[in-house]
């Protein structure tokens, strides 16, 4: 590996090219002693310089990098949710009865923010119980058999690893997904594996939950066409429907 980058190259440049000015000032005006005042008074700024750069110019390159990357995240969740997400929430909300707070849910569409931030508070604090027979979990191994190549690809996605809240979400759908793809039958389970699926599915549901409503809140603030498309898309409103009413 070569001692001089681009870094280093650049750096012997800026001060060849310094000293070259100083050289020529003094030999057109011989003034030694303004070009060390000069200097002198340029080296009390330099500090000053340096906080501005270090303190104020990264910080806000720094805030630009981050949103950016939000940017993204948010794109590729709202992939997640349109291919695999929603449809989930979907095939696991009959399992949950008629909890209350699903109820709820059927209303979003008129909640104001601080009404959804409770809301969400509330679902995250909350333990859902589902009731899953050996048809459902039959029906839930083969949908997420069939999506298991796109959550592999969302897993590999570096700039999701650091949103850790779906980061949480994805690992426990790929857990229940490869627990359901490890028993060859789902038929004539033991009480205990059943209750061990369960476990693995409300753990899924409760963080699914969550980070639906976070989606929800962004599509609202950001995109409205996407929040109304998403609103009559909800697994949780059985009116609900994808048409536009008149």
């Not at 794109?75 to 929603?86: K, N």
């Not at 004539?188 to 209750?195: F, K, Q, S």
Request: hydrophobic share 50%.
């Amino acid at each position: 590996m070569s001692r001089w980058n681009w870094q280093s190259r650049l750096a012997a440049l800026l001060i060849l090219l310094s000293i070259t000015f100083y050289a020529l000032h003094y030999a057109i005006f011989r003034d030694g002693p303004f070009i060390l005042r000069y200097f002198i008074a340029q080296m009390g700024f330099l500090p000053v310089n340096v906080l501005l750069v270090v303190l104020v110019l990264n910080q806000l390159l720094a805030r630009r990098e981050r949103a950016a990357r939000l940017r993204k995240m948010n794109m590729a969740i709202g992939v997640f949710f349109g291919e695999l997400g929603t449809a989930l929430l979907g095939l696991l909300s009959p399992a949950a009865g008629d909890a209350p707070l699903l109820q709820e849910l059927a209303a979003i569409a008129r909640w104001s923010p601080p009404q959804l931030e409770s809301l969400r508070a509330r679902v995250r604090d909350s333990e859902f119980h589902l009731r899953l027979a050996e048809a459902d979990l039959e029906r839930l191994r083969g949908f997420l058999l069939a999506h298991r190549d796109f959550l592999l690809s969302l897993l590999q996605n570096p700039n999701l690893l650091e949103h850790e809240t779906f980061t949480d979400v994805l690992w426990a759908v790929f857990h229940l997904t490869e627990e359901l793809r490890h028993r060859p039958s789902l038929a004539g389970l033991r009480r205990g594996d059943v209750e061990h699926l369960c476990g693995d599915t409300e753990r899924v549901f409760g963080r699914l939950l969550v980070q639906w409503l976070d989606y929800l809140r962004h599509l609202r603030e950001n995109y409205p066409y996407l929040f109304s498309l998403e609103i009559r898309l909800s697994p949780f409103d059985p009116a609900a429907r994808v048409q536009v009413a008149d």
